[in-house]
C-alpha cells in the first residue's frame, strides 16, 4: 500500500487478555517506530526497529509489552496481561533507511486499544 | 513529566482570526518538527527545523525555532476551518535515536466558519 497499515483499527479485550497489533510499514522504509498516545497527550516512543533488530527498546513501559520484526517489513506489537492502563492509540510510523533521512515519520492510523 | 509543554492546551476562534501556538522546554533539541492530526488518523508532518532562529514559513503558516533551540512557536494568518486539528510539536535530541521524538501535549484548534 502507499501508506503505513495498521491492524486492526479498533480491539476492544478484557483486563488480563493477550493482544496483537499489526503493523505494515511503507514498502522499502527499514526504520519503523512504535508509539502510543493516551487520551489527551502526545505521542509517546515505545520502540525503535531498524531492519529486523529491536534497535532501542527502552520506550516499553515494562515486560508485558514486546514487539517483533522477524523479516525486517510486518512488526506485531505484543501485550500481554492486559491493563486498563494500556488502553490507548498504538501509532506505527516508518521511515526510509539511514541513507535517506530527511527526518519524517510516517504514520499509520493508529489501533485504538481499550481494556475494559 | 513532558520534556515539551504546549500552550494553549485548547484554541476556539472565528474564520479569519490570528493565531500563535508555543512549545516551550527547559531541554536542548537538535531539531523540531510539528505535526497536524486529524481524529482517526496518524500525525503528519508539516515542518521540521534545525537551525537556532530558524523561521520557515508554508502558505498562512510560520514556524520559528528558539535561538537557543529551547523553544518554538506556530503562527497560523487568517485562520480557515480547514485549518481545525490537533498540533503538536515533537523534538529530537541529540545523541538519542534516530527518529525517537519527545512530543508535547498537543493544541486543539477549532476555528469557527
Known amino acids: 500500500g502507499a501508506g503505513v497499515s495498521q491492524t486492526p483499527s479498533n480491539k476492544v479485550t478484557e483486563k488480563g487478555k493477550y493482544v496483537e497489533l499489526r503493523c505494515d510499514p511503507i514498502?522499502?522504509?527499514?526504520?519503523l517506530y512504535w508509539y502510543r498516545q493516551s487520551l489527551g497527550q502526545g505521542p509517546e516512543f515505545l520502540i525503535y526497529?531498524?531492519?529486523?533488530?529491536?534497535?532501542?527498546d527502552s520506550g516499553l513501559p515494562n515486560d508485558r509489552f514486546f514487539a517483533v520484526r522477524p523479516e525486517g517489513s510486518v512488526s506485531t506489537l505484543k501485550i500481554q496481561r492486559t491493563e486498563r492502563g494500556d488502553s490507548a492509540v498504538y501509532l506505527c510510523?516508518?521511515?526510509?533507511?539511514?541513507?535517506?533521512?530527511?527526518?519524517?515519520?510516517?504514520f499509520g492510523e493508529g489501533s485504538r486499544l481499550t481494556v475494559l | 513529566t513532558q520534556l515539551l509543554e504546549q500552550s494553549p492546551q485548547f484554541l476556539s476562534i472565528q474564520e479569519g482570526e490570528n493565531l500563535t501556538v508555543y512549545c516551550n522546554s527547559s531541554?536542548?533539541?537538535?531539531?523540531l518538527q510539528w505535526y497536524r492530526q486529524e481524529p482517526g488518523e496518524g500525525p503528519v508532518l508539516l515542518v521540521t527545523?534545525?537551525?537556532?532562529?530558524e523561521v520557515k514559513k508554508l502558505k498562512r503558516l510560520t514556524f520559528q525555532f528558539g535561538d537557543a533551540r529551547k523553544d518554538s512557536s506556530l503562527h497560523i494568518t487568517a485562520a480557515q476551518p480547514g485549518d481545525t486539528g490537533l498540533y503538536l510539536c515533537?523534538?529530537?535530541?541529540?545523541?538519542?535515536?534516530?527518529?525517537?521524538?519527545?512530543f508535547g501535549r498537543g493544541t486543539q484548534l477549532t476555528v469557527w466558519p
Open positions: 510510523a516508518s521511515r526510509p533507511g539511514l541513507a535517506v533521512n530527511t527526518g519524517e515519520l510516517f
Open positions: 514498502s522499502g522504509h527499514t526504520a
Open positions: 526497529f531498524q531492519g529486523t533488530g529491536a534497535a532501542d
Open positions: 531541554s536542548v533539541f537538535s531539531s
Open positions: 527545523v534545525v537551525t537556532g532562529g
Open positions: 515533537a523534538g529530537a535530541r541529540r545523541g538519542s535515536t534516530l527518529g525517537r521524538l519527545y
